[in-house]
């Protein structure tokens, strides 16, 4: 336990390396592209107009806190969407990172540990791109900003802890067990669903449902995505128990998950 304290320690020593890691990352994404950097702008505004269409203009706003409005529906939706790509992406790239990233490994000084924060950081990078898409369209479709919206840093630092903690879990296990990488894409699919993104939690069905709800504020991801929407779509207090609850359980998996890597690493080289 001493060495996994004083390891955590040294990765500050990487912060460059970590820098330059992910800047080398963001400038592969977009190699070759005409657009470049842009699409981190684009991508985010195209979901939304995507989202608008399918789930806005053809199904329809069923919740009356939309008020029958196709446009405070696909709002609500982007509130979701967009931080869930960011934790969508981080643990399917991060589940990859080490085989891919093989000859890194196999170097007897280079730091491991670093990829999995490179891939939580990059894909953070990107959120936060697409984070002014959001915050324009609060206005333009009809809703106001509030003192709340000052909380976002306090749910995304929770985000990111989280996000890191399923990183290290992932990269370290799928080396060993390469199925993981087929499992994930099919629970991925089923977190999203079983989160409230797409349907919010006062939803006739899940808000009438005692068992749903309990299986939903078991989930904590549910956690971080109402923060989102109660911070930039209702205007209100974020559920700031619950949240707190998730930022420590997402410490402490985040310090388990750092142990599993730490513990797994010397087989690394051997295994990619």
């Not at 992910?22 to 505004?45: D, I």
């Not at 979901?47 to 405070?72: E, N």
């Not at 491991?112 to 206005?139: D, K, M, Q, R």
């Not at 989930?219 to 930039?232: F, K, L, R």
Request: aromatic share 18%; net charge positive.
């Amino acid at each position: 336990m001493p060495n996994l304290f004083r390891n955590l320690k040294d990765l500050y020593k990487f912060r460059v390396l970590i820098q330059n890691l992910v800047s080398r990352e963001l400038k592969a994404r977009y190699r070759g592209t005409v657009l470049g950097f842009l699409w981190s702008f684009f991508n985010p505004l195209l979901l939304m107009i995507v989202y608008t269409i399918v789930f806005g203009l053809l199904i329809g706003p069923r919740d009356p806190a939309f008020g029958g409005s196709p446009w405070l529906y696909a709002l609500f939706l982007f509130c979701g969407v967009l931080p869930w790509s960011w934790f969508a992406a981080s643990c399917t790239e991060s589940s990859n990172v080490l085989l891919v990233q093989g000859n890194l490994i196999k170097k007897v000084l280079f730091p491991a540990e670093v990829l999995p924060i490179v891939v939580v950081t990059s894909n953070f990078v990107h959120f936060l791109f697409g984070l002014p898409i959001l915050l324009v369209f609060v206005p333009i479709l009809g809703k106001s900003y509030t003192p709340f919206i000052l909380f976002l840093p306090l749910i995304i630092i929770v985000q990111f802890v989280f996000s890191l903690a399923f990183a290290f879990i992932l990269s370290a296990l799928t080396v060993h067990f390469r199925d993981i990488k087929d499992i994930l894409t099919n629970l991925i699919t089923f977190w999203f669903f079983a989160t409230p993104i797409i349907y919010p939690m006062t939803f006739g069905p899940v808000q009438n449902s005692k068992t749903f709800q309990f299986f939903l504020n078991l989930n904590p991801m549910t956690h971080i995505m109402t923060g989102y929407q109660n911070a930039v779509f209702y205007g209100e207090m974020i559920r700031w128990k619950k949240l707190g609850v998730t930022f420590i359980f997402s410490v402490l998996l985040c310090v388990a998950g750092y142990y599993i890597f730490d513990k797994l690493r010397d087989s690394f080289p051997e295994e990619v």
